[in-house]
């Protein structure tokens, strides 16, 4: 069964970090793209960043670009997405996200809140 798992979230004040991750099962990582979308309240959900299953290179949407790194642990099903320098407008819920054979996968999200 495909499955995507978020956990990181958290409160933090602006200017902190977090580490988000997305374990996921019933498919190989290695042969899918992922990507990281946010919701905050309010809003529609917006795309943050993904990650290639070429070369594994990142695309990151403007407002995150220079803070957030995505990564990949293929070998233990994991992408993680590192936020530096959170801003208070980064306050939302993120997802992981993959379409895997042809079906649109999302995760329960995890609720990042910056604040201080």
């Known amino acids: 069964q495909v499955q995507f798992v978020e956990s990181g979230g958290g409160l933090v004040q602006p200017g902190g970090s977090l580490r988000l991750s997305c374990a996921t099962t019933?498919?190989?990582?290695?042969?899918?793209?992922i990507g990281w979308f946010r919701q905050a309240p309010g809003k529609e959900r917006e795309g943050v960043s993904c990650i290639s299953v070429i070369d594994d290179s990142p695309l990151y949407a403007d407002s995150v670009k220079g803070r957030f790194t995505i990564s990949r642990d293929n070998q233990n099903n994991t992408v993680y997405l590192q936020m530096n320098n959170l801003k208070p407008e980064d306050t939302a819920v993120y997802y992981c996200?993959?379409?895997?054979?042809?079906?649109?996968?999302w995760g329960q999200g995890t609720q990042v809140t910056v604040s201080s």
């Open positions: 019933g498919f190989t990582l290695d042969y899918y793209a």
């Open positions: 996200n993959s379409v895997v054979l042809g079906s649109n996968y």
